[in-house]
Protein backbone atom coordinates (compact mmCIF):
# COMPACT_ATOMS: atom_id res chain seq x y z
CA UNK A 1 0.00 0.00 0.00
CA UNK A 2 1.58 3.28 -0.61
CA UNK A 3 2.63 5.29 1.89
CA UNK A 4 2.68 8.94 0.43
CA UNK A 5 1.15 11.59 1.75
CA UNK A 6 -2.59 12.23 3.51
CA UNK A 7 -5.69 11.91 1.25
CA UNK A 8 -8.71 14.34 1.95
CA UNK A 9 -9.97 11.52 4.25
CA UNK A 10 -6.87 11.81 6.37
CA UNK A 11 -6.66 15.70 5.88
CA UNK A 12 -10.12 15.79 7.56
CA UNK A 13 -9.13 15.12 10.92
CA UNK A 14 -5.39 17.55 10.19
CA UNK A 15 -7.27 20.13 8.66
CA UNK A 16 -4.77 19.94 5.53
CA UNK A 17 -7.14 19.93 2.64
CA UNK A 18 -5.63 21.18 -0.63
CA UNK A 19 -7.55 23.60 -2.71
CA UNK A 20 -9.87 21.82 -5.60
CA UNK A 21 -9.73 25.37 -8.34
CA UNK A 22 -5.83 24.96 -8.38
CA UNK A 23 -5.33 26.00 -12.05
CA UNK A 24 -8.30 27.99 -12.38
CA UNK A 25 -7.42 31.31 -11.09
CA UNK A 26 -6.22 33.86 -13.87
CA UNK A 27 -3.55 33.93 -15.42
CA UNK A 28 -3.04 30.52 -14.11
CA UNK A 29 -2.12 26.94 -16.39
CA UNK A 30 -5.32 25.92 -18.18
CA UNK A 31 -7.05 22.67 -16.09
CA UNK A 32 -6.08 19.71 -16.94
CA UNK A 33 -8.64 17.03 -17.85
CA UNK A 34 -8.43 15.36 -14.19
CA UNK A 35 -9.59 18.42 -12.74
CA UNK A 36 -12.34 18.91 -15.44
CA UNK A 37 -13.13 15.21 -14.23
CA UNK A 38 -12.83 16.65 -10.35
CA UNK A 39 -14.32 19.91 -10.83
CA UNK A 40 -17.70 18.09 -12.73
CA UNK A 41 -17.80 16.08 -9.92
CA UNK A 42 -17.72 18.01 -7.01
CA UNK A 43 -20.42 19.98 -8.98
CA UNK A 44 -22.83 16.62 -9.02
CA UNK A 45 -21.70 16.15 -5.46
CA UNK A 46 -23.23 19.84 -4.41
CA UNK A 47 -26.25 19.95 -6.69
CA UNK A 48 -27.08 16.49 -4.76
CA UNK A 49 -26.59 18.03 -1.08
CA UNK A 50 -28.46 21.18 -2.51
CA UNK A 51 -31.57 19.35 -4.11
CA UNK A 52 -32.28 16.20 -1.94
CA UNK A 53 -33.37 16.11 1.59
CA UNK A 54 -31.71 12.95 2.36
CA UNK A 55 -28.91 11.54 0.06
CA UNK A 56 -26.18 8.84 1.07
CA UNK A 57 -23.08 7.91 -0.07
CA UNK A 58 -22.93 4.43 -1.37
CA UNK A 59 -19.58 3.50 0.39
CA UNK A 60 -17.89 -0.24 0.05
CA UNK A 61 -14.33 0.44 0.61
CA UNK A 62 -13.62 -0.33 -3.44
CA UNK A 63 -11.48 2.25 -5.28
CA UNK A 64 -14.41 3.92 -6.51
CA UNK A 65 -15.92 4.83 -3.55
CA UNK A 66 -13.12 5.82 -2.40
CA UNK A 67 -12.10 8.31 -4.70
CA UNK A 68 -15.93 9.32 -4.54
CA UNK A 69 -15.38 9.70 -0.72
CA UNK A 70 -12.30 11.64 -1.12
CA UNK A 71 -14.15 14.01 -3.94
CA UNK A 72 -16.82 14.77 -1.05
CA UNK A 73 -14.70 15.98 1.30
CA UNK A 74 -12.79 18.06 -0.81
CA UNK A 75 -16.75 19.17 -2.02
CA UNK A 76 -17.90 20.22 1.37
CA UNK A 77 -14.50 20.87 3.31
CA UNK A 78 -14.66 22.38 6.00
CA UNK A 79 -18.14 21.43 7.05
CA UNK A 80 -18.92 17.96 7.75
CA UNK A 81 -20.15 15.12 5.29
CA UNK A 82 -23.40 15.91 4.43
CA UNK A 83 -24.99 12.53 4.25
CA UNK A 84 -24.71 9.22 5.88
CA UNK A 85 -22.34 6.56 4.12
CA UNK A 86 -24.16 3.35 3.13
CA UNK A 87 -22.93 0.02 2.08
CA UNK A 88 -24.50 -3.35 1.28
CA UNK A 89 -22.58 -5.81 2.76
CA UNK A 90 -23.53 -9.93 1.72
CA UNK A 91 -21.47 -11.00 4.40
CA UNK A 92 -18.60 -12.62 1.98
CA UNK A 93 -16.70 -9.61 1.90
CA UNK A 94 -12.88 -9.49 1.82
CA UNK A 95 -12.24 -8.89 5.72
CA UNK A 96 -9.22 -6.35 4.25
CA UNK A 97 -12.38 -4.03 2.64
CA UNK A 98 -14.42 -4.01 5.89
CA UNK A 99 -11.41 -3.52 7.59
CA UNK A 100 -10.54 -0.16 5.51
CA UNK A 101 -14.27 0.69 5.44
CA UNK A 102 -14.46 1.08 9.17
CA UNK A 103 -11.04 2.50 9.73
CA UNK A 104 -12.01 5.36 7.22
CA UNK A 105 -15.41 5.50 8.48
CA UNK A 106 -14.07 6.73 12.39
CA UNK A 107 -11.21 9.48 10.76
CA UNK A 108 -14.17 11.12 8.80
CA UNK A 109 -16.27 10.79 11.90
CA UNK A 110 -18.98 10.02 9.12
CA UNK A 111 -22.33 7.84 9.80
CA UNK A 112 -22.38 4.30 8.84
CA UNK A 113 -25.59 2.95 7.65
CA UNK A 114 -25.10 -1.13 6.47
CA UNK A 115 -27.55 -2.73 4.73
CA UNK A 116 -26.84 -6.69 5.31
CA UNK A 117 -27.65 -9.36 3.20
CA UNK A 118 -27.36 -11.47 6.23
CA UNK A 119 -30.18 -10.17 8.26
CA UNK A 120 -32.29 -10.15 5.12
CA UNK A 121 -32.05 -13.34 4.77
CA UNK A 122 -32.12 -14.30 8.75
CA UNK A 123 -35.88 -12.18 8.61
CA UNK A 124 -36.70 -14.51 5.71
CA UNK A 125 -36.79 -11.21 2.82
CA UNK A 126 -34.52 -13.45 0.74
CA UNK A 127 -33.67 -16.82 0.17
CA UNK A 128 -29.86 -17.52 0.37
CA UNK A 129 -27.95 -18.89 -2.16
CA UNK A 130 -26.50 -22.23 -2.60
CA UNK A 131 -22.62 -22.61 -1.20
CA UNK A 132 -19.83 -20.94 -2.96
CA UNK A 133 -22.67 -18.63 -4.93
CA UNK A 134 -22.90 -14.83 -5.53
CA UNK A 135 -24.92 -13.13 -3.24
CA UNK A 136 -24.62 -9.99 -5.25
CA UNK A 137 -28.10 -10.69 -6.84
CA UNK A 138 -29.68 -10.49 -3.25
CA UNK A 139 -28.19 -7.13 -2.41
CA UNK A 140 -31.45 -5.31 -4.46
CA UNK A 141 -33.88 -6.53 -1.48
CA UNK A 142 -31.53 -4.87 1.42
CA UNK A 143 -30.73 -1.91 -0.63
CA UNK A 144 -34.38 -1.43 -1.10
CA UNK A 145 -35.63 -1.61 2.26
CA UNK A 146 -32.64 0.22 3.56
CA UNK A 147 -33.68 3.38 1.94
CA UNK A 148 -37.59 2.78 2.81
CA UNK A 149 -36.25 2.32 6.15
CA UNK A 150 -33.84 5.35 6.34
CA UNK A 151 -36.06 7.41 3.49
CA UNK A 152 -33.08 8.09 1.44
CA UNK A 153 -34.50 10.51 -1.84
CA UNK A 154 -30.69 10.01 -3.38
CA UNK A 155 -27.91 7.41 -2.83
CA UNK A 156 -24.35 8.70 -4.88
CA UNK A 157 -22.77 6.53 -6.37
CA UNK A 158 -19.21 5.30 -8.06
CA UNK A 159 -20.34 3.96 -11.23
CA UNK A 160 -18.45 4.10 -14.41
CA UNK A 161 -19.56 4.18 -17.77
CA UNK A 162 -16.65 2.28 -19.11
CA UNK A 163 -17.71 -0.39 -16.30
CA UNK A 164 -19.95 -1.98 -18.09
CA UNK A 165 -22.67 -1.63 -21.43
CA UNK A 166 -25.84 -1.56 -18.94
CA UNK A 167 -23.84 1.77 -17.39
CA UNK A 168 -23.60 3.59 -20.19
CA UNK A 169 -27.39 3.69 -20.70
CA UNK A 170 -27.18 5.77 -17.44
CA UNK A 171 -27.81 9.29 -16.71
CA UNK A 172 -26.15 11.23 -13.88
CA UNK A 173 -29.30 11.42 -12.26
CA UNK A 174 -30.94 8.57 -12.70
CA UNK A 175 -34.76 8.55 -11.93
CA UNK A 176 -35.73 5.26 -9.64
CA UNK A 177 -39.53 4.44 -9.29
CA UNK A 178 -41.51 3.72 -6.59
CA UNK A 179 -40.43 0.49 -6.42
CA UNK A 180 -36.78 1.06 -6.89
CA UNK A 181 -36.73 0.41 -10.99
CA UNK A 182 -34.44 1.59 -13.54
CA UNK A 183 -36.29 2.71 -16.72
CA UNK A 184 -33.96 3.99 -19.70
CA UNK A 185 -36.61 4.92 -21.16
CA UNK A 186 -38.03 7.21 -19.03
CA UNK A 187 -34.14 8.99 -17.44
CA UNK A 188 -34.31 12.84 -18.06
CA UNK A 189 -32.40 14.86 -20.39
CA UNK A 190 -29.17 16.65 -19.01
CA UNK A 191 -28.44 19.41 -21.19
CA UNK A 192 -25.48 21.87 -20.15
CA UNK A 193 -24.88 19.80 -17.02
CA UNK A 194 -28.36 20.65 -15.80
CA UNK A 195 -30.25 18.48 -12.88
CA UNK A 196 -33.57 17.93 -12.62
CA UNK A 197 -33.73 15.79 -8.94
CA UNK A 198 -37.99 16.32 -8.61
CA UNK A 199 -39.40 12.97 -7.79
CA UNK A 200 -42.50 11.92 -6.53
CA UNK A 201 -43.48 10.20 -3.27
CA UNK A 202 -41.40 6.53 -3.10
CA UNK A 203 -39.45 8.04 -5.47
CA UNK A 204 -35.50 8.08 -6.08
CA UNK A 205 -32.44 8.89 -8.09
CA UNK A 206 -29.27 6.97 -8.35
CA UNK A 207 -26.61 10.01 -8.79
CA UNK A 208 -23.03 9.12 -10.57
CA UNK A 209 -20.27 11.90 -10.22
CA UNK A 210 -17.82 9.27 -11.65
CA UNK A 211 -20.15 9.10 -14.92
CA UNK A 212 -17.58 10.47 -17.35
CA UNK A 213 -14.25 8.62 -15.80
CA UNK A 214 -12.25 5.56 -16.86
CA UNK A 215 -10.54 3.16 -14.78
CA UNK A 216 -7.51 4.69 -15.81
CA UNK A 217 -8.89 8.16 -14.42
CA UNK A 218 -9.58 6.64 -11.29
CA UNK A 219 -5.94 5.67 -11.16
CA UNK A 220 -4.51 8.80 -12.18
CA UNK A 221 -6.88 10.55 -9.72
CA UNK A 222 -4.86 8.29 -6.96
CA UNK A 223 -1.94 8.84 -8.09
CA UNK A 224 -2.24 12.52 -7.97
CA UNK A 225 -4.17 12.68 -4.81
CA UNK A 226 -2.45 10.07 -2.57
CA UNK A 227 -5.89 8.10 -2.20
CA UNK A 228 -5.72 5.45 0.14
CA UNK A 229 -6.91 2.03 -0.81
CA UNK A 230 -6.93 -1.42 0.82
CA UNK A 231 -4.36 -3.66 0.48
CA UNK A 232 -6.26 -5.67 -1.87
CA UNK A 233 -6.16 -3.36 -4.94
CA UNK A 234 -1.69 -3.94 -4.57
CA UNK A 235 -0.08 -7.01 -5.37
CA UNK A 236 0.13 -9.78 -2.70
CA UNK A 237 0.87 -12.98 -2.50
CA UNK A 238 -2.92 -15.13 -1.90
CA UNK A 239 -4.16 -18.78 -2.24
CA UNK A 240 -5.92 -19.04 -5.36
CA UNK A 241 -8.07 -21.29 -7.48
CA UNK A 242 -8.34 -21.12 -11.28
CA UNK A 243 -11.92 -21.39 -12.75
CA UNK A 244 -13.54 -20.20 -15.81
CA UNK A 245 -10.44 -18.02 -16.49
CA UNK A 246 -10.38 -16.59 -13.50
CA UNK A 247 -8.51 -16.28 -10.22
CA UNK A 248 -10.56 -17.04 -7.49
CA UNK A 249 -9.72 -16.31 -3.82
CA UNK A 250 -9.78 -19.59 -1.58
CA UNK A 251 -11.92 -18.59 1.51
CA UNK A 252 -14.41 -19.77 3.60
CA UNK A 253 -17.15 -19.62 0.62
CA UNK A 254 -15.26 -20.41 -2.16
CA UNK A 255 -13.23 -23.80 -1.02
CA UNK A 256 -11.78 -25.36 -4.49
CA UNK A 257 -13.88 -27.91 -6.17
CA UNK A 258 -13.32 -31.43 -7.43
CA UNK A 259 -10.10 -31.35 -10.38
CA UNK A 260 -9.35 -27.56 -8.41
CA UNK A 261 -6.32 -27.05 -6.64
CA UNK A 262 -5.28 -24.29 -4.83
CA UNK A 263 -2.21 -22.51 -5.48
CA UNK A 264 0.00 -19.01 -3.72
CA UNK A 265 0.09 -16.61 -6.42
CA UNK A 266 0.89 -12.71 -6.32
CA UNK A 267 -1.92 -10.74 -7.51
CA UNK A 268 -3.93 -7.72 -7.12
CA UNK A 269 -7.53 -7.21 -7.53
CA UNK A 270 -8.69 -4.45 -10.00
CA UNK A 271 -12.56 -4.17 -8.34
CA UNK A 272 -13.72 -5.56 -4.77
CA UNK A 273 -17.15 -6.88 -4.31
CA UNK A 274 -18.19 -10.06 -3.17
CA UNK A 275 -15.56 -12.55 -2.80
CA UNK A 276 -17.16 -15.50 -4.22
CA UNK A 277 -17.50 -14.11 -7.74
CA UNK A 278 -14.91 -11.52 -7.84
CA UNK A 279 -11.60 -12.48 -9.63
CA UNK A 280 -7.87 -11.45 -9.28
CA UNK A 281 -5.43 -10.72 -11.84
CA UNK A 282 -1.45 -11.86 -11.49
CA UNK A 283 0.65 -8.82 -10.90
CA UNK A 284 3.27 -7.82 -9.20
CA UNK A 285 2.66 -3.79 -9.02
CA UNK A 286 2.74 -2.77 -5.45
CA UNK A 287 2.79 1.30 -5.75
CA UNK A 288 -0.53 3.29 -7.28
CA UNK A 289 1.91 4.60 -10.08
CA UNK A 290 3.17 0.64 -11.11
CA UNK A 291 -0.99 -0.32 -11.06
CA UNK A 292 -1.30 2.86 -13.36
CA UNK A 293 1.12 1.65 -15.47
CA UNK A 294 -0.71 -1.67 -15.52
CA UNK A 295 -3.80 -0.26 -16.35
CA UNK A 296 -2.99 1.62 -18.96
CA UNK A 297 -1.79 -1.36 -21.04
CA UNK A 298 -5.45 -3.02 -20.32
CA UNK A 299 -7.46 -4.13 -22.98
CA UNK A 300 -10.32 -5.61 -21.37
CA UNK A 301 -12.42 -3.83 -18.64
CA UNK A 302 -12.38 -4.57 -14.82
CA UNK A 303 -15.32 -5.79 -14.71
CA UNK A 304 -15.32 -7.92 -18.46
CA UNK A 305 -11.95 -9.33 -16.66
CA UNK A 306 -12.79 -10.41 -12.70
CA UNK A 307 -16.99 -10.40 -12.43
CA UNK A 308 -18.18 -13.64 -12.80
CA UNK A 309 -21.48 -12.61 -12.13
CA UNK A 310 -21.88 -9.98 -15.40
CA UNK A 311 -20.93 -13.24 -17.52
CA UNK A 312 -24.12 -14.51 -17.18
CA UNK A 313 -25.63 -12.93 -19.89
CA UNK A 314 -25.45 -9.92 -21.75
CA UNK A 315 -28.26 -8.15 -20.19
CA UNK A 316 -26.75 -9.44 -16.91
CA UNK A 317 -26.43 -6.15 -15.04
CA UNK A 318 -29.00 -4.34 -17.10
CA UNK A 319 -31.97 -6.72 -15.60
CA UNK A 320 -30.44 -5.84 -12.15
CA UNK A 321 -30.58 -2.33 -12.59
CA UNK A 322 -34.35 -2.49 -13.70
CA UNK A 323 -34.81 -4.99 -10.51
CA UNK A 324 -33.38 -1.67 -8.52
CA UNK A 325 -29.70 -2.80 -8.10
CA UNK A 326 -26.94 -0.12 -8.06
Known sequence: MSTATA?????????????????LVPGAAAPSALDRLEAEAVHVLRETAGQFERPALLFSGGKDSAVLLHLAVHAFWPAPLPFPLLHVDTGHNFPAALEFRDATVAALGARLVVASVEESIGRGRVVDVAAGQSRNALQTVSLLDSIAEHRFDALLGGARRDEEKARAKERVFS???????WDPKRQRPELWRLFNGRHGPGEHFRVFPLSDWTE????????????VL?????AHERAVVERDGMLLAVTPWTAPRAGERAQVRTVRYRTVGDATCTG???STAVTAEEVLAEVARSRVTERGATRADDR???AAMEDRKREGYF
Open 312 to 314: ASE
Open 7 to 23: SPTQQATTGTATPLTSG
Open 230 to 234: PSLYY
Open 175 to 181: HRDAFGG
Open 280 to 282: AVA
Open 216 to 227: LDVWRYIVRERV
